[in-house]
């Protein structure tokens, strides 16, 4: 059983940074890929960005490359998502999520963070 617990989150102007951060209580965090997911009112839970377990190999979706950075911190269990010029469409609650799958569809990740809202001001 893996605990994951996102922090990080807040109220942001348009054009604004922040960064989130999810902490994990497995030592054998550094065996999982980790992911974020955000997810609007409404809307069905979305792929943000990917990370492998060494950290060798990252993935983004497209709305956001150029913008976030995933990175991971193996000896701290800690991932973190860097986001810079924030945009009113990335408010959302986001979510970190671990397992030991290549895939970015939500479904396949066993462990989830509750979540952390960002919310972009315009």
């Known amino acids: 059983q893996v605990n994951l617990v996102e922090s990080g989150g807040g109220l942001v102007q348009a054009g604004g940074s922040l960064r989130l951060s999810c902490a994990a209580s497995?030592?054998?965090?550094?065996?999982?890929?980790m992911c974020w997911f955000l997810q609007a009112p409404g809307k069905e839970r979305e792929f943000v960005a990917r990370?492998?377990?060494?950290?060798?190999?990252?993935e983004y979706a497209d709305p956001v490359k150029g913008r976030f950075t995933i990175s991971r911190d193996n000896a701290n269990n800690t991932v973190y998502l860097q986001m810079n010029s924030l945009k009113p469409e990335d408010t959302a609650v986001y979510y970190c999520?671990?397992?030991?799958?290549?895939?970015?569809?939500?479904?396949?990740?066993?462990?989830w963070g509750q979540g952390t809202q960002v919310t972009v001001s315009s």
């Open positions: 990370i492998s377990w060494s950290g060798r190999v990252t």
């Open positions: 999520a671990a397992d030991s799958v290549r895939t970015t569809d939500p479904r396949a990740y066993h462990y």
């Open positions: 497995e030592r054998t965090f550094s065996s999982y890929a």
